[in-house]
Nanobody, 121 residues
């Protein structure tokens, strides 16, 4: 499975961005898709994850109420809509595919290259 994240950029605080992650290769409808982020000097942290059907969705506390994870199964693409962005949201955002909705990075077997999100104050 290959994952390609896109949509990052520079945005002012309070603004919005939508990240996309396209999956290709040996895709499976059972995969859970997740988003993580890593700020400079910090560990990779969980942002959100969603099962294929949408029955299981999880958000980090920092993302609740501001971020929305969605997926278009026909396009094998998962999205992360980020609203009300804050400078502390600045990080490289990674998408990942795994078999269970989890906040633990090692639960995900496949990772895409990150996309940089920079939020200016």
């Amino acid at each position: 499975v290959q994952l390609q994240a896109s949509g990052g950029g520079l945005v002012q605080a309070g603004g919005s961005l939508r990240l996309s992650c396209a999956a290709s290769g040996r895709t499976s409808s059972s995969y859970v898709m997740g988003w993580f982020r890593q700020a400079p000097g910090k560990e990779r942290e969980f942002v959100a994850a969603r099962s294929w059907s949408g029955s299981y969705i999880s958000y980090a506390d920092s993302a609740k109420g501001r971020f929305t994870i969605s997926r278009d199964n026909a396009k094998n693409t998962v999205y992360l809509q980020m609203n009300s962005l804050r400078p502390e949201d600045t990080a490289v955002y990674y998408c990942a595919a795994g078999v269970a909705v989890s906040a633990i990075p090692t639960s995900y077997a496949y990772w895409g290259r990150g996309t940089l999100v920079t939020v200016s104050s």
